[in-house]
């Protein structure tokens, strides 16, 4: 029997995406919309400006919008999947907890705190018994588990695949995609024949998550990996993929074999959403590209392409689809880790 | 009285570019075109698909095309300005220089050569007197200077304002505009809604023409810098400007204030082609961008801006003109400093 | 003695070209800049958010900005371009003419009231007399001045240079570029890799202001012309620059050779924005295309070609900058317009 | 069993749809791939770029690639599919039919020849008897069946479904792909920020072949249909999809509603590729468009929209996959066809 599930923030980028990959989801069944004040009340189909690549799916396009309020929601709706805004999802989420809510979060609030895991299953499934702790010490029948940014999905895999060899220093420079930001969140004149060398706070993201993501939790408390990052991000004009260029420097000598095979012999996990080759590693030097290899493994692969010796390091460059494997579909597979654990 | 100047691999899209801003220019006639077999023997306007963003010049238009051989350019033209191939440049730029004539060139032949200076006119003007161990050693009457690539072109003037704190350890990024490839070096299935994170050998050329530049000339050798760089190069969908993200570790402590003003104050020359202000550093955090700021000093300054600590040194964002700063004018600039050091 | 002149408007797009073109302007100085209620008493360079490609003006920049209101202008300006937004351009742009201002406006308000002269000055400059008639119905000191939609702009001169051959019926395909909606207008998200068959209300301005730009003021009133004009309106990728396919049906015959005639015969004006050629006619099937061709007669010419005879009559391409020739262009054209026909 | 099929110019851009299509196709097997000499003896693998955005399937990337020449493939291959450029085809696609293989081919050459079928199967199938006439004709064990142009692909449905009104003058401007160039078609620096109104010989194909394909076929000759079609063709920056702009003047008159419901109740055929819906017909006024309609019904569907009262009868928008709808899925169309009609 499927669960019964909810998208807070349904109208959104992200939120059609969570739609999209959930409607034909056989552990969940839809059973919840939520959106801002003043689509409350009206049909999906009214309320979003659909945009995804796939027809909307009919019966959702017929249900109704509620405000994004714990009083809104049905009781027998188990699990939420949350694209709010992240000042919105601040003031929101906990309610939703405290309520007897599992939420399973794209947004970017609560990622560093103490007692929040912050979740890619095949990398750190672990951390989820976090949520031990964090039902202890707030009180909550519910649960809030974050993934993290899409820029940073898109390489910590390929570090958790490297790690036997002693992280010591990365650098990663991103471009990413436009649809990153919100379906308004870039405008054509900033972007068209242009690149924008900055995204606000995106860097800080890539250089924090990361050390949490790659970190040990003994039971009680997580403790950051001391790998340092350095990261610097542009948005460049394309819609779907954020693709990165890596140095890392590891303790361990490090060829671009014994790179290559740790990629792929990185494990993928049994979850539905889960690749099957987790990281698929391009021998052609110009791979990956976004148009080219975003879908790859549904959108859920991470790609990895150009291993060559640096000046200092190993150098490569990483890739994933940011509004499926970097957001949407990364809150399901956190769902169905939630779902194979036990937390449902 | 102008000095009669001729360019070389005239129709390809560096050299409309020379014909661009050689056709004003004060201290320059242009008397000769050469470009492969195919088109000797035409007209220019026949020869050439003109491309650039102002009309192709009338009396351009009219010249006839002839073959690139030294026998073919007439003997009073005194310069020559080269944008071949590199295949084609190391075979006939040594022929022409052998002949007499004094070549600014472009092509990425014998840039790294011991005796062939390599010259940004506003970062190491001095090394243009390897020349004259150049002339002894080859026995040439005429003279070969090169211009660097110009993805180094765009962060070396950056490096050289902060070398007095030491410079250690740079990474650099490029997002590159498909203009660097020539009219048909990027086909648009290659490029729209992508970036292809490999160009063939420029990765070198940033990591080993930067050292060369940055080295320091003693008379008779050339010895070259020891920062160690590495370099990481992409291609993306813009038409013109090369966007680099840039991280630098110094021996001595370099703060952000520091390096806009070490940038800031870094010298122009009097140069014609020479911007008024050599680097222009942006406050806003996202800038320079290359629709923006390509144009900044007619083309031929540099942008940089993004200052920041990073968790390793500095970081920043810098941005040049590739086909103008990057190409076509710093030939030209390098044929203003030969006349203006006595070489014509 | 320059003409002290305002913008309303200031901080959109339209309004940061108007203050491109009209800063270096001898005929005027820019003595007040008007925004919404949220930018008044800002500095000009804190309410925009300069986007042109030319560095914003420091004088201007340190400018405050004062709310959109006569109130609020200097007495001591007696012109004022106005780039509102419609709605707003029709509530306030009476009050100003009202308090005896002139105004020249591309908002698209009251263009096809009966007494508001719609004047693109190399077609119909006759037309500016209905200010007469203006001022007596309305009881104004002041004036207003419509230039048409840019896209009308775009077609609306080479019909005029073909008026001899009696148009009947014409079709007309537009590709607009993205900055005809305004900064924000198209999100990257809408439009890379894509194309957008619709532009709210903007090809019955196209069908119903090209007959009033063509019609006939006889002193008293003003008939539209007859001919028949279908559109069809078209956003694509393109930053500047309106391209659109014309199909023209003619009383008379007309040869490919003729319509090329009558457009390069067609008069420019002695205007300062007026290019030397109005109309500039390629002979290559391909042109004119947007990069290529928009900044001719520094964007102020229309660019036509591919004349060829069609299955109905006679086909052809025509081009022209939207953001200059199409609107801010045409209002301080139309300023010209004003002070030599000494209505200021 | 499954029919064996052979690809002529199997490396090319229509060439690598044709396998992505054939490869899963239950009712053909692909045993022959066929390229220039230079590629002759090579793998699939190694002698195309493979650019598709699903990945080359193993089994076709390992066939050792021949020669296109009757003599190098094999005899039991039946069908062949060609994506030959057009002047290769007319050499060598009749000495394959004279050889005895049936070809589906969606090359140039030959498409207007009195005796060769045009066919869109849900448009004129009973063209397909042609082959009669030009067996008889030309002596041949084989046969040769043409689809139309891509952009003649994408109206041609819609105008067949309003004939019953009475067709008599059609307008068309269309917004084409670069995908439609093949893969070096149109370069990065052609295309981005720009928008070119020609493409070579592309308005012909849309004004002779549309008269073709909506002629009759009496058994014995075919007569070409009398609408007359205006075309005027421009390539936009998109990857893939036709966007077409449409004016019909009719007979008989026609609404809105009535050109809708003719279009929706147009019928499909149950040919395998043959899409559930054949016109789709959306009521938003800004669709179709290319990035988010041209995968309806698996690229097979042609999309319409904006449908309103023009000037001069009836205008409306429509869109077709045009390498799949237009090309190659066009030829697996027809081999379909083929199939079913008794042609193998």
């Known amino acids: 029997m499927a669960v019964r599930v909810g998208v807070l923030g349904a109208t959104g980028a992200v939120g059609q995406r969570l739609i999209q990959l959930l409607e034909p989801h056989p552990a969940f069944e839809i059973a919840a919309l939520t959106a801002s004040e003043s689509s409350a009340g009206k049909t999906y189909g009214q309320a979003a400006k659909w945009r995804v690549d796939s027809p909307i799916p009919e019966e959702i396009a017929e249900m109704t919008v509620t405000a994004t309020d714990p009083d809104e929601v049905p009781d027998d709706v188990d699990l939420l999947f949350s694209s709010l805004p992240s000042s919105v999802g601040s003031a929101v989420e906990p309610a939703f907890c405290e309520d007897g809510y599992v939420v399973s979060s794209n947004s970017s609030n609560s990622r560093m705190a103490d007692d929040v895991p912050l979740v890619i299953p095949e990398v750190n499934a672990e951390h989820l018994d976090l ?10 029948d519910g649960a809030l588990v974050k993934n993290p940014n899409c820029s940073t999905i898109t390489f910590v895999p390929t570090l958790a695949a490297l790690a036997e060899f002693g992280l010591e220093r990365v650098h990663v420079a991103t471009l990413q995609a436009v649809s990153g930001a919100g379906y308004d969140g870039v405008t054509s004149m900033e972007i068209i024949d242009n690149a924008i060398p900055y995204i606000g706070s995106e860097e800080d993201k890539l250089e924090t998550e990361s050390r949490k993501l790659l970190g040990e939790f003994d039971g009680a408390s997580l403790t950051h990996d001391e790998v340092e990052v350095a990261a610097s991000c542009n948005r460049i004009p394309t819609i779907d993929g954020h693709l990165e260029n890596v140095w890392v420097e590891t303790e361990d000598d490090l060829s671009v074999d014994d790179a290559a095979d740790a990629m792929r012999a990185y494990p993928s996990l049994d979850l539905r959403s889960s690749p099957e080759q987790l990281i698929h590693v391009f021998d052609e030097p110009d791979r990956p590209q976004p ?49 194979e654990n036990g937390y449902l």
């Open 131 to 140: 949520l031990e702790v964090q039902r202890d010490e707030r009180g909550w």
């Open 291 to 339: 148009r080219m290899d975003r879908t790859l493994g549904d959108g859920m692969a991470i790609a990895a392409g150009g291993l060559r010796e640096s000046t200092f390091g190993l150098q490569y460059n990483c890739l994933a689809h940011n509004t499926i494997r970097g957001a949407a579909g990364a809150s399901v597979l956190n769902g169905e880790l939630l779902l």
